[in-house]
């Protein structure tokens, strides 16, 4: 799929009709600005709500904290030259002692779970009843002690119980770090995917984040990691928290990039963020111009 980065004039003129972004990064960003570090390496509308309020940061603790997964069959190259079932995202960051709301976004016909004896997790994440509809699973636990566990399905998937994907660590398993309070960071993990969400209006699949939206709390670093499947590059854009990211596209089918950028949401509210680049056949294709798949919302709690 062909993509080109917006000119400035561009974003200036989809600002004024409402459908594009800022032509600025500080344009109705914060004060202060959030962004702290940027960083990536391959792997194998803008707006606050009108009752946006300042938070101190300076006895700031983190509350809850949310983990969100995606499964994709047979999307992930492996070095037997086979695309394998996959998690996009094995290795997990959690704080020790903070409830997690873990949601899994099952993009695979098959159930898989996500299973850890040391975690005490053993569930089951539902299959999905169409192509391009997830089947999703929300559940909660509290990791009540530091430390690096294991986790994995323990489904029959990619060929069966000796497969490729259920023996290697990066595909139906990896490891959930439980990181000291003192650490006092969130980390929300996101998947782009080109031809991923089926839309009812048009009845295609079309590009899309997985999931769009998500909820941080103010006031407290978020690590944002953004792995990308599709070969194209996409971006995410929020005047409001004065976000303006480039996540650079796949080296190649099946291999992902994986981005990550930490920002300090520093007040409360509902921020629309969306990509900038065009993609899933242009400017005014329903991704690009649809909640829920190459833009969301950020909601920031205090």
């Known amino acids: 799929m062909k993509k080109t980065l917006l000119a400035t004039v561009a974003l200036s003129a989809l600002i004024l009709s409402g459908c594009g972004a800022a032509t600025s990064n500080n344009a109705s960003a914060p004060t202060t600005s959030p962004t702290q570090t940027t960083s990536s390496a391959a792997n194998n509308t803008s707006s606050s709500s009108s009752g946006s309020q300042s938070t101190d940061t300076s006895t700031t603790a983190l509350k809850s904290q949310e983990m969100d997964l995606t499964i994709l069959p047979g999307n992930r190259l492996g070095p037997d030259g086979k695309m394998h079932d996959t998690y996009a995202q094995t290795d997990l960051n959690v704080i020790q002692g903070v409830p997690v709301k873990m949601t899994i976004y099952n993009y695979d016909s098959g159930e898989h779970s996500f299973s850890s004896a040391d975690l005490g997790l053993n569930v089951q994440a539902k299959g999905s009843a169409k192509k391009g509809v997830p089947g999703i699973t929300t559940f909660t636990f509290t990791p009540s002690k530091a430390g690096d566990f294991q986790w994995q399905c323990v489904d029959k ?146």
Not at 165 to 174: A, L, N
Not at 184 to 194: A, C, R
């Open 157 to 302: 998937c990619d060929g069966g119980m000796t497969s490729y994907s259920m023996t290697h660590d990066g595909y139906m398993m990896g490891t959930v770090h439980v990181l000291p309070q003192s650490t006092n960071k969130q980390y929300i993990d996101l998947t782009i995917k080109d031809g991923l969400q089926y839309a009812a209006a048009d009845g295609k699949l079309h590009d899309s984040y997985s999931p769009a939206d998500f909820t941080v709390q103010a006031g407290i670093p978020v690590v944002l990691t953004v792995t990308n499947f599709d070969t194209g590059d996409h971006s995410m854009f929020s005047a409001g928290l004065g976000i303006s990211q480039v996540w650079k596209g796949a080296s190649k089918e099946g291999v992902p990039t994986v981005s990550t950028y930490t920002f300090t949401p520093t007040k409360t509210g509902s921020f629309t963020w969306q990509c900038t680049i065009q993609c899933d056949g242009g400017m005014q294709s329903y991704s690009m111009t649809h909640q829920g798949y190459m833009m969301g919302t950020i909601n920031v709690v205090s």
